[in-house]
């Protein structure tokens, strides 16, 4: 009983809940190893009682808790405060506030932001605690609108370097904004990615989720380039003459995108770059740069100059450079203040790229402009992991639970953040990550939203079926989004596709989060509530071993979860959420229509049963959708053309209430390949191929502006919302 009572003081559930009606005991050694990892020792009956002790007379006896959340509508809970003690709140611009006697409402009326709550009693303590005063929502999209999902790294130009970049985004959004009426580009995490090679090509296992990888530069929309002269002009031009032949590999050889070999032919270039001079104005906008990112960007700089030297797995560095506050690493700074200071050039041109991409958007008229994505996690050897140690869970990875889908449970390699610790740094990571992805976005897609209220924690060496789910503070963390992205003018949108408690739909929804919902599993899957549990399990049975970032929702099957669910009308969707047809790691709406997804699965060995049986599944499915968009008179061209069923199945979208419909960009030329095939690695090439045709022929970005497939496509979403 002491160890239970120890576990839910710290957010960790000693059960969980595999199915409906069915619940499942967290094992002791589970819940001793988590509580270890948040720096609790319950491994015998004294330690349990030694550390109930210790949390009665620390956190027990606090006066204020870790942080202290406000908003118009929610003020703290102050209670435990003694008679007669006093509040004080310095502001977070600089000035104070004397507010006397324990008023929760008064802190309610101050200006948004992050101040000091200070509490003193009459007998003389006192406490100090971050205050976050945020608004009760985040800011919700400006009216309706439609756009493109596209991973920018398969989107290549005639000027790309072998993968698209930013400024084939910002072409991307000036032809689409002016000449299709477009609102926004959703991009998969521009994250920076832990170096290779053989680099991990996903985008959601980075080493920082803070900066974004330079390998999206383009490298002629660099000032300096047009400086460059003598042997580095030459050099230059055999870069770009090879990176040329790149990407001609890729469009016309048949070849996968290759980060590795067009970040070695950038990194290159961008050594050259660096050596020319910035000129004075350039300097100063540089150094504002780094005065505004400050420790942040100098330790993500430390470490990718580091694991130059290294490698880029921290954990096995020698061990004075572990620590990134350590003496040794202080020295070893010194010394390699110029690779630090390419690293930090690299962060400031990338940003000023990402910058222009925004504006290209809302100079074409984009309402929202870019959409970009935050991974759930980073990869446990990155950046982010060695420069805030204190914030993440040794030893402890995320995942999922086993459910009725999937009994062996889900481990995706990605280290949590400690709950105890954001509450002690009044959620400052969390904040200056938001901060950094909203600086140029419109709005921000958070992968995994579910993850803002709880996790389920793998122990090392532990299978996923051993894991705990651990609870964070949904309201600071929810209250610490609101509150950034009205400082950046920006929606959110939460991916809460998968296993969703009941009411955290609901709770996201109040603060103007947005939701996910993808059309093959918009169903009437019963229990009342739209998380009711028999829909959220079902959701996550497509998220294989590939784990975060992938869409997690089945196919409706005569004999499966789905049987008797009913397709939901379009007036039964929800309207505040991001609808679409696919994503990123579900079949392209034309492989489902053909039954390529089927056959490529057959192929790989992926089916989960017979493959009569399962293209009979997918068969009925296709079927009923078919016959649904028939009666509604959305495929007035009859069924059996399979453009006209893509434009269907997008009319079906216009028809539903939600704030914005999101159009996958291989869907609008009827590329068959998935992006992302969840259960493979070597198997299949994730994350590796250009956008193409029917054929499978890579479609370049000026063939896509000219493609009459597309403008068709995107001729029924502009006259749908006239």
């Not at 996790?455 to 532990?462: C, D, I, K, T, Y």
């Amino acid at each position: 009983m002491g160890r239970a009572r120890l576990a839910r003081l710290h957010g960790i559930a000693t059960s969980y809940a595999p199915s409906p009606g069915k619940s499942v005991q967290t094992a002791d050694d589970t819940v001793v190893a988590v509580l270890a990892a948040l720096g609790v020792d319950a491994s015998t009956p004294h330690a349990v009682r030694t550390a109930l002790a210790a949390y009665e007379d620390g956190a027990g006896r606090a006066l204020l808790p870790r942080t202290v959340v406000a908003r118009p509508d929610r003020p703290p809970d102050l209670t435990g405060l003694p008679e007669g003690t006093v509040l004080r709140v310095e502001t977070e611009g600089g000035g104070t506030a004397d507010l006397g006697a324990p008023d929760p409402a008064a802190l309610t009326r101050l200006p948004l932001g992050i101040h000091v709550l200070e509490a003193r009693t009459p007998g003389g303590r006192t406490a100090r605690a971050p205050l976050i005063v945020a608004p009760d929502r985040v800011p919700a999209p400006p009216g309706r609108s439609h756009g493109f999902l596209v991973q920018l790294y398969s989107l290549l130009s005639r000027r790309s370097w072998g993968m698209g970049d930013l400024g084939d985004l910002a072409d991307l959004a000036a032809w689409s904004g002016r000449a299709l009426g477009t609102g926004f580009v959703q991009l998969n995490p521009l994250h920076a990615a832990v170096p290779g090679p053989p680099t991990d090509p996903s985008p959601y296992r980075p080493s920082s989720r803070r900066f974004p990888d330079p390998v999206h530069l383009r490298i002629e929309h660099i000032p300096e380039y047009a400086d460059l002269a003598g042997t580095a002009r030459l050099r230059a031009d055999e870069l770009a003459a090879r990176a040329h032949t790149l990407r001609s590999e890729v469009l016309e050889g048949g070849a996968l995108i290759d980060r590795d070999a067009v970040w070695a032919l950038k990194r290159e270039a961008l050594e050259l770059l660096w050596a020319v001079p910035l000129s004075p104005g350039r300097r100063a906008a540089y150094c504002d740069f780094l005065a505004e990112q400050g420790q942040a960007l100098e330790d993500h700089a430390t470490w990718c100059a580091i694991a130059e030297r290294h490698g880029p797995d921290w954990r096995g560095w020698p061990d004075g450079l572990r620590d990134p506050r350590s003496p040794g690493t202080a020295r070893l700074r010194h010394r390699l203040l110029d690779r630090i200071d390419f690293h930090c050039r690299l962060a400031w041109l990338t940003d000023q790229q990402l910058a222009a991409a925004q504006r290209a958007a809302r100079d074409a008229g984009m309402a929202i402009g870019l959409v970009h994505d935050l991974a759930v996690g980073v990869h446990p050897s990155g950046a982010d992991t060695w420069a805030q140690q204190d914030a993440f869970a040794a030893g402890m990875s995320i995942g999922a639970p086993p459910d009725a889908f999937n009994a062996r449970g889900q481990d995706w390699g990605l280290p949590p953040w400690r709950p105890d610790a954001l509450a002690a740094a009044g959620y400052a990571p969390y904040r200056e990550l938001l901060r950094g992805l909203l600086r140029h976005a419109g709005a921000l897609r958070i992968d995994h939203v579910m993850g803002l209220f709880r996790l389920w924690w793998v122990p090392e060496g532990r299978p996923p079926t051993e894991g705990a789910y651990v609870r964070y503070d949904a309201e600071a963390m929810l209250s610490v989004l609101a509150l950034e992205a009205q400082r950046a003018g920006a929606a959110v949108i939460g991916e809460d596709l998968g296993t969703v408690e009941p009411g955290v739909r609901d709770a996201l929804a109040a603060r103007g989060v947005l939701g996910t919902s993808v059309l093959w599993f918009e169903r009437d899957y019963g229990g009342g509530e739209r998380d009711a549990a028999p829909r959220a399990e079902a959701a996550e049975a497509a998220e294989a071993a590939d784990g975060p970032g992938a869409a997690r929702a089945p196919e409706a099957v005569p004999d499966g979860p789905g049987a008797a669910a009913r397709i939901l009308a379009p007036g039964e969707w929800r309207s505040g959420c991001l609808a679409t047809v696919t994503t990123h790691d579900l079949p392209t709406t034309a492989a489902r229509l053909t039954g390529a997804d089927v056959a490529l699965r057959e192929r790989l060995g992926l089916l989960a049963g017979p493959p009569e049986r399962e293209r009979s599944r997918a068969t009925y499915e296709l079927a009923e959708w078919m016959g649904e968009l028939v009666r509604r008179g959305l495929l007035p061209e009859g069924q059996g053309d399979e453009e006209a069923a893509v434009k269907a199945v997008h009319r079906f979208l216009l028809r539903t209430p939600a704030r914005m419909v999101g159009v996958w960009l291989p869907d609008a030329v009827g590329d068959r390949r998935p992006e992302n095939l969840p259960g493979t690695w070597d198997e299949y090439p994730n994350w590796r191929l250009p956008i193409a045709g029917p054929d499978g022929r890579p479609h370049t970005l000026e063939e896509l502006a000219a493609s009459p497939r597309l403008h068709a496509l995107m001729r029924e979403l502009s006259d749908g919302y006239r």
